[in-house]
């Protein structure tokens, strides 16, 4: 975990020394429109970290909030998929 400028970079390493998996916390501007869509919806006004996850080559957006009095995460894909949605 690496952090500059106020921002979170995350690599993950596998034990034949690839990189399996990589995390960057970004700001919601940067992210697709597709994918931001669905994430102001579901923010619903709450701020929250966004951290883009590339894995297998794959762009995904993990986001964490805190709704009322309890934190809640979801993950969606660029084209705006949620894949993951935990409450």
Do not use: C, W
Request: charged content about 35%.
């Amino acid at each position: 975990e690496i952090v500059h400028d106020g921002k979170t970079r995350v690599v993950t390493i596998a034990a034949n020394g690839m990189v399996e998996s990589e995390e960057e916390e970004v700001l919601l501007a940067t992210v697709p429109a597709s994918a931001q869509n669905v994430i102001k919806a579901k923010l619903k006004g709450n701020s929250g970290t966004i951290m883009r996850r590339t894995e297998e080559g794959k762009i995904f957006y993990d986001v964490t909030f805190t709704g009322g009095d309890k934190e809640d995460e979801f993950s969606v894909a660029e084209n705006g998929e949620v894949f993951k949605d935990e409450k």
